[in-house]
């Protein structure tokens, strides 16, 4: 590193966020709109907020983060509903908790987009500079030092690197030391960050090659078109302002000839020929992991998806690879619609060092320096949408340390949040975690559809959620619950005109009064369909509608899983003290006592789900506290 210590030009903020990616973006924009002074630092101003990998925002399970993140205040939301070029509702043949929204994005208008609101925000200011060290001093955050030695004094720093740090792409044999994309990498700051006792890893991710439009003949693939009724993902979206002309996505497969070329090349693809050290995501494999581990199946779905409206970019979904570029054209050559792809950009895999999470606390801050937040791909996630999450969560809570007051924590049963945060600081994870579904034990009460109703309160009382906003979720709310008990309270006799009804509509006839709601639990039954028994029902929007029908034919599920709720919660707030001594809870087995010393769980609930700790062993931990108790 060359001698900057002759500039000793220094600077004085209250947070400094280091990255402008998706996690870094939130966290700026929350600690600005609380009014603190923050800077936030790119290696490349041209790549805030860039879409390094899939152009798309939202999926299973990551369109619920995306509400939640709107719902507390954030700005994805927003951003993908200014900026979408295609808009689909996944999943509509299954129940409302998988429902999940995903929309095409422009990737360089996404970004513009983004930059536009960072640099029109009050007291954010945005830099480029490569961050080289962390300054600290007795065990709590002072600053951060430019690669130009300017240094950046500050009161908290979020740590929001992704894919940066000690970055570099293989791509076969071919192996450059830069970020994504052919950015600079970021190479001083781990060594500052292991100076200061933080734990680093390497993880690795891939993406598949771009191709040129004109060379790919999609009368050969499956077209596949957005919703003709476009949902927005933020509850700030008028949703008839965003009804537009979308553009398709193509729908073609792999085959034989493809997975013969693969397997006789393994030896060149740095994953198998061992080159690569970064463990990478399971559920985000690469071709190559693909046809090897599914060596069963014949074919692999690839989605040609548009990387935007200027430009003939296509993404090749589904065939993410490390393999040499001669390789890689042969292979994706056998695709039908690619025989004669052209590559604008090869497919490539990228390492980097992200930290141990486990090193965080729920806030996530950094348990062993204060004032120290990370969020995004630097916790060991994968993906823009938990970026996001993580970054508005470190932003509230770097800005709840400046004033004093306690963190914003959300638990399992709040929020997908609350279950990505838990999962990563908690559990051990191995890999880049996705969010999924199924790793939300109380997904049907954390559905995309009222994330707004459980998370905008909270974001209003940090301040980040409008007067104006909480009173449009109140009434709404308002609204709910007076239709419900309305339809509770109208009962429908089991008279001539109403059994006619029922067999149009290939439902059994009454034999005595019910109300409309019990109607309504009928699965042929709808709230539309409804109407001509219900004269005297009110004007109401399609949100309010569709909240009032999930909750009463859930009503039984709903219930029993909030009773599940009221249980965890017990043992969430069953609090474990700071100091304790687990030498001392004599009973407890070797391997738990272990992790309870190396990880310090804040409360039981956390303790239950650390692995290597089993049931026995909370009961040993709950009967030494309450012995301690008294
Ligand atoms: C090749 C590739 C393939 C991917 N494939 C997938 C996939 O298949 N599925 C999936 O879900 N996700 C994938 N991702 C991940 C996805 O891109 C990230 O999850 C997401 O971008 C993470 O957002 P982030 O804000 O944490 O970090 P990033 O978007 O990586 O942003 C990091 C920011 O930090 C800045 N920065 C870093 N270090 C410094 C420093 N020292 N000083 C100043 N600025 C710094 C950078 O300039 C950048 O602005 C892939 C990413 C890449 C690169």
Redesign the pocket.
């Known amino acids: 590193m060359s001698d900057i210590s002759k500039n000793q030009w220094t600077e004085t903020v209250d947070v400094c966020v280091?990255?402008?990616?998706?996690?870094?973006c939130e966290a700026a924009l929350a600690c600005a709109r609380l009014n603190f002074d923050t800077v936030i630092?790119?290696?490349?101003i041209d790549?805030?907020a860039?879409?390094?990998?899939?152009p798309n925002v939202g999926g299973s399970s990551k369109g619920h983060l995306v509400r939640e993140v709107d719902a507390l205040g954030g700005e994805m939301g927003k951003n993908i509903d200014k900026t979408f070029i295609q808009s689909k509702m996944l999943n509509m043949s299954k129940g409302p908790a998988v429902h999940s929204l995903r929309a095409q994005a422009d990737k360089s208008e996404y970004s513009r987009s983004m930059r536009r609101v960072l640099e029109n925000t009050d007291h954010l200011t945005v830099k480029q500079?490569?961050?080289?060290k962390l300054l600290t001093e007795n065990g709590k955050v002072t600053g951060v030092v430019t690669n130009t030695g300017t240094t950046y004094f500050c009161k908290a720093v979020i740590l929001?690197?992704?894919?940066?740090?000690k970055a570099r792409c293989l791509c076969g044999e071919s192996i450059t030391y830069t970020?994504?994309s052919g950015?600079q990498a970021?190479n001083?700051?781990s060594a500052s960050l292991i100076e200061n006792g933080v734990k680093l890893r390497r993880f690795k991710?891939?993406?598949p090659a771009r191709m040129d439009k004109r060379s790919i003949d999609f009368s050969k693939m499956t077209e596949q078109f957005g919703d003709e009724r476009i949902v927005p993902f933020s509850f700030s979206t008028d949703p008839d302002s965003i009804q537009k002309e979308q553009v398709s996505c193509w729908l073609t497969y792999t085959n034989e000839e493809t997975h013969k070329i693969i397997r006789a090349n393994l030896d060149r693809s740095p994953i198998y020929a061992g080159v690569i050290e970064g463990t990478g995501?399971r559920y985000?494999p690469s071709i190559e992991d693909k046809v090897v581990k599914f060596s069963d199946k014949d074919r692999h779905q690839v989605f040609i998806e548009p990387e935007g409206l200027y430009t003939n970019e296509m993404y090749i979904g589904g065939m993410?690879s490390s393999l040499p570029e001669d390789v890689q054209l042969k292979m994706y050559r056998t695709v039908p619609g690619l025989e004669n792809c052209k590559i604008v950009r090869n497919a490539?895999?990228?390492e980097y060092d992200c930290l141990e999470p486990n090193q965080l606390l729920p806030s996530l801050e950094s348990k062993i320096i204060k004032g120290l937040f990370c969020?995004?791909?630097?916790n060991g996630?994968?993906?823009?949408e938990?970026?996001a999450a993580q970054?508005i969560m470190a932003g509230i809570n770097a800005a709840q340390f400046l004033r004093g007051e306690e963190p914003l924590i959300l638990d399992r049963s709040e929020a997908y949040i609350g279950v990505l945060i838990d999962d990563l600081v908690t559990k051990d994870n191995r890999e880049p975690y996705?969010m999924m579904t199924s790793r939300a034990e109380y997904r049907l009460l954390l559905r995309q559809d009222n994330a707004d109703l459980r998370l905008r309160e909270k974001g209003h009382k940090i301040g980040l959620v409008s007067d104006e906003e909480m009173k449009i979720t109140l009434y709404k709310a308002e609204e709910i619950s007076k239709e419900i008990n309305r339809l509770k309270g109208v009962i429908v006799g089991a008279n001539r005109r109403v059994c006619e009804f029922l067999n149009e509509h290939g439902s059994n006839e009454l034999h005595t009064g019910v109300s409309l709601a019990e109607l309504l639990c009928r699965p042929e039954l709808d709230y539309e369909m409804l109407a001509p028994l219900d004269p005297n029902r009110p004007v109401l929007s399609k949100d309010v509608i569709e909240q009032v029908v999930i909750n009463i034919k859930y009503e039984g599920y709903i219930e029993r899983q909030l009773q599940q709720v009221h249980k965890f919660k017990k043992t969430e707030k069953k609090l474990i003290p700071a100091d304790i001594d687990y030498d001392d809870v004599k009973s407890l087995r070797i391997e738990a006592r272990q992790k309870l010393k190396e990880f310090r769980p804040l409360n039981v609930g956390q303790a239950s789900r650390l692995s290597g700790v089993t049931p026995a062993d909370v009961s040993v931990l709950l009967i030494y506290l309450s012995q301690k108790k008294d």
Do not use: K
Request: contains cysteine; negative net charge.
């Open positions: 280091v990255g402008a990616g998706h996690a870094g630092f790119t290696v490349s790549s805030i860039l879409m390094p990998c899939n500079a490569e961050i080289v929001c690197t992704g894919t940066y740090l970020g994504p950015l970021a001083s700051l991710t891939g993406t995501p985000c993410s490539y895999a990228i969020a995004g791909q630097f996630s994968s993906g823009y938990e970026a970054g996705r």
